[in-house]
């Protein structure tokens, strides 16, 4: 669309190119207005960013893997409207105590950690069994797991793997993150259950490149943005940290980062896209091999990262926010201070902060511009996140 359809005149800021921004920017953009993107990074694509690695030829998920599964229709349809996506399954392996599972736990992990040959229905009563419940209901997470699996299958799979991923005891984390049981009574490997899988065959930066390639979007990489930055437009549309927004000014929300270890090796390093490590005297938590996130591809040689979280200092990059007691408490205060601001919204996961897959971040971009659009208020709508 030419820049002379704009509406009203009206100037539009978008702060973040990952998914939320990129998505709201073409949007808005294909509806008529002229959009100025800014990103802080060298590039676009957020976490989300993928590049070849000259040496190997591999394509490369910089922040770490980024699988894109989904049920909502729309949301696949509208993603593959600026890329190909290949069919992919994910499927995850586990070293613990010295042997090589498959994860989530299903029937084969079961009746080989336990040395059984189970059925599925032995299977659920076998756990059953384990199961160690009280009279009250589950405070915390470790409660929570040891009334779902017992003690055996939580100490290998879940204790060790859940304290290096958050920093904490897991009796320490609210029972809600195991809000399912995280065991199947199949066969099944396939990681997702969703009904639309797969990666963008060129990667996922050349996806939002896509998506950019508008002649009402105008990108600045490098651009760092802040509160003053809204004061330029009519409307914002802030998809980076939240506190970062008010300068930190009651407190900085906690994150947990990672450290990567790259590495290359030749031929195949691993057999497989991912392999955790939940056993708690091994400092990381995962190795990930990045050419097969693209098995349709051939490689000699091959990239693996070492990931190891953290928790988040001042200049590293936030992954997972923490939501414990007092993250929540400070999260309130600055859901109040955006709720004030009029012409601002609040988007993504570290807008809202809350871990959100790749599918529910487009589509809440997508129903924020249609909002928008509308003409419907920018007021944010953030308290009761998950």
Known sequence: MAKDFVYQGQRIGVVGAGFSGTVLARELAQAGYLV???????????????????????????????????????????????????????????????????????LHSINQFFGTSLSPKEAQQFIAAQAIRGDEAPQNLEEQALSLMGPALYEAFFKGYTQKQWGCAPSSLPASILQRLPLRFSYDDNYFFHRFQGIPEDGYTALMGRMLD??????????????????RYDHL??????????AHSHGRLGYRTLDFDRFEVEGDGQGCAVMNYPDAQIPHTRVTEHKHFAPWETHDRSVLYRETPRYCGVADIPYYPVRLTTEKALLSTYEHLAAAEGNTRFLGRLGTYRYLDMDVTIREALDAARAFLRGQSLAPQLSGAA
Request: hydrophobic share 35%; aromatic share 12%.
């Open 237 to 246: 549309f802030w998809t980076g940290p939240l506190d970062a927004y008010f």
């Open 214 to 231: 508008h002649p009402n979007i105008d990108v600045h990489l490098d651009s760092l943005a802040n509160r003053d930055t809204a004061r």
């Open 36 to 106: 100025t993107l800014h990103e802080s990074r060298s590039h676009i694509g957020g976490n989300c960013h993928t590049e070849r690695c000259p040496q190997t030829g591999v394509m490369v998920h910089v922040y770490g893997p980024h699988i894109f599964h989904t049920n909502d229709a729309e949301v696949w349809g509208y993603a593959g409207r600026f890329a190909r996506f290949r069919p992919y399954c994910h499927r995850v392996k586990a070293t613990a105590q010295g042997r090589v599972f498959s994860m989530p736990i299903n």
